[in-house]
């Protein structure tokens, strides 16, 4: 077969391992000089690719390339750029196809989520009509845990990790403070459409330490009297509570509760997010003196207590993707694939991406305790290996010590540009 | 000399490392049985020793005491609870004597901040007018880094290692998204009055790793045409900017930022803090995607990122307490002296109380930049040695095993009891 390049892409919210994942296509396509040439990747993500804006990773030393395992965020740069019907946006489509065509690119590599997995079919079916020889696989990836057939993605399990050590840490915190100061501590999650990472705020406690923990999921209309009365019943208990609630915390009519809070007098949503209105509702109704936390980027780039599991999914799904390229797979992800708990085994399996694109894998309600406010014994089966292991970056001076790539630009070949 | 038994307190805001003292001072009087009896603890503080609400210590393992070192809050709980003047409220200190002497405390170690260091200097006074025999020792400890003499506090370089390589990470992540999505990050810190925080944000970059940063410090009265042009500038240079803001901003009218923000439609202020106010003003007069994130207690309750260099001294300043005390100094504090930044070397010396009790130590001007948005290689100095060195807690499943005392009560042998 003839030696051709490869083209690998980051898209959507970056995450604390996608780099792991750029680091197992690019170590595992440089072993494999005989059949795979240049590795090019996308500035900016697909955008790079549309407006022939290719990176040329041959120009990253081996020590750079194994440095982004501990790297996070997306070394070649991200974006959030949809692209659209098959039909209607044909000339996105078709412009792609001329890019790789004239870098010789045979190989395909989208890392990210839903959208992603859908337009690396598309790309697939567009090149197979116009008769371009290509092989597509989606490197999954997102924080939102949303992707079907895989038993998780690469993103969530350092995520997970992070917002339970950080709530553990906190309501200790909290726990030293209440007696004459702060009753309740309200952390806001990410997870906007499901509730995966607010069930992993659950993990804060175990048997050996327990927390009194409320967690407010997407998944569940938030009830003020019912939430209100729990949160009660646990400061006067416990002396204290800790509350977990996702951004995408809806009330009873569907509205999101970050906007459905209190308004300014101009009429606009107010700033804060959900935690915000959750901490006030709380002091307003309940008078308990509050803290609040926003952990945003926080949550999703820190690399330095990601969860080991989710670097070694992360860097497998970048390395099976080129072998499943290898072996002449197309159209299709390299899913995680979990064979036993406890002994937690996993091995990588294949998954079509037609059914993966445009399939949101929903948190499953009995993840979710019956009064809606905690997790069961079987979401914590589910999370438990996710979180587990650590795998610090090198630290230098009290700091880690993340890469920045040179990323050299490939020269352009073509004479036309491409507004995105 | 008389075997007496000491009494330990932690006060006000509790730190990832205030424990590593609790366990200098426990372990440092368990190693001088033949001067120190018993080791009690005020359970939330020194509301304890007012309710005789007293801890034996003395019933924990040395396993326990041991992972105190790496176990965040405050073991036996601490309360915001201020003793006012000696002479309004001399009944307080009298009954603080009267459950001394009760339990025949010769000892006082009590760890907290600036209002503490106060109470401790009073304790002793009382005591001395009382003709009752007490040694009070202060032990520093505060992430607001504001107690002077001491070079630094206990608690501090913690809070400033994580804000450092939470901007860090962060910053990675934002410039991956820059190109179609966020350009804008903002971090809310702590230090309502002084700004030792801000400056520890600006650490998150060096020369090996420029990072587009703008710091908003609470000595610096914020100009909004002028931080705009600031924000503005850095994005058009570099493609994005993160901006490090204390909770403490004044505008120029010298109010709170956060509470000179958007009011709702009742008047209130918003529920945010000034992270999201300065946020939304970028949006709005800059028109640049935003994230924000408010870190609260998680800065410092996270001891999984704590600076080694943090619990060195917090555990010295625990044991040199007692060392202290048992060399006859009264009324003193032990401080952390910097004899060289490079290579950092320190030493434990004694500071009179008398001299730390009610001042405040200020950021110095020059430790930031003449822009006002930056810190200066003098403030790089300072920061350096006090965030270096990691010493994560033991970890299993993936989470951190921190400590819960049995804090078991010691009979009560007062048949009075008493407000607070």
């Known amino acids: 077969m003839a030696k051709r390049n490869a083209f690998y892409a980051q898209s959507g919210g970056v995450t604390a391992v996608i780099n792991a994942s750029a680091a197992g296509v690019i170590e595992t396509a440089r072993a494999h000089r005989d059949r795979i040439g240049r590795v090019y990747a996308g500035r900016n993500g697909i955008i790079g690719a549309l407006t022939e804006d290719l990176i040329d990773t041959g120009k990253e030393s081996a020590r750079a390339i194994a440095a982004l395992r501990y790297t996070p965020s997306g070394a070649f740069g991200s974006c959030r750029y949809k692209l659209k019907g098959l039909e209607e946006y044909r000339a996105q489509y078709e412009r792609l196809i001329e890019v790789f065509r004239a870098h010789d690119i045979g190989y395909f590599f989208y890392n990210g989520g839903n959208d992603s997995a859908d337009t690396c079919l598309k790309v697939s079916q567009i090149a197979e009509k116009l008769g371009y020889p290509l092989t597509a696989v989606h490197v999954p990836k997102t924080v939102d845990n949303d992707l079907p057939i895989t038993d998780n993605c690469p993103g969530f399990g350092s995520v997970a990790k992070y917002v339970a050590v950080s709530m553990r840490e906190a309501a200790f915190d909290v726990q030293s403070m209440a007696k ?75 509205q ?138 090198p630290f230098k001076d009290g700091l880690p010590q993340y890469v920045r790539l040179k990323n050299v630009a490939v020269p352009r070949k073509l004479a036309t540009a491409f507004k995105v």
């Not at 992993?200 to 003020?224: H, K, R, S, Y």
């Not at 209190?262 to 804060?272: K, N, V, Y």
């Not at 926003?294 to 780039?301: K, M, N, P």
């Open 180 to 254: 004459t100061s702060t009753k309740v501590f309200v952390l806001e999650v990410m997870g906007r459409h499901a509730g995966w990472i607010t069930a992993a705020v659950g993990m804060a406690e175990d048997a050996a330490t327990p927390i009194p923990l409320v967690l407010l999921f997407p998944e569940v209309a938030f009830d003020e009297a019912k939430f209100l009365a729990a949160v009660d019943a646990k400061v006067k208990r416990f002396g204290y509570c800790c509350v977990g609630v996702s951004e995408g915390l809806l009330n009873a009519e569907g």
């Open 256 to 393: 999101l509760m970050a906007e459905a809070g209190t308004r300014d007098a101009f009429g606009h949503a107010q700033l804060g997010g959900v935690g915000p209105v959750i901490a006030k509702l709380v002091k307003d109704k309940l008078d308990y003196k509050y803290h609040w936390a926003v952990a945003d980027y926080l949550q999703r780039a820190a690399r330095h207590i990601a969860a080991k599991t989710d670097v070694l999914h992360a860097y497998a799904v970048g390395r099976a993707a080129v072998e499943l390229a290898l072996a002449g797979h197309n159209a299709v992800m390299p899913a995680i694939t979990r064979t036993s708990d406890q002994p937690y085994r996993w091995k990588i399996t294949v998954a079509p991406l037609a059914k993966v694109a445009n399939v949101e894998k929903k948190l499953p309600r009995n993840f979710i305790t019956a009064d809606g406010y905690g997790i069961t014994a079987r979401a914590r089966a589910y999370l438990a290996p996710l979180i587990r292991g650590e795998d610090p970056p």
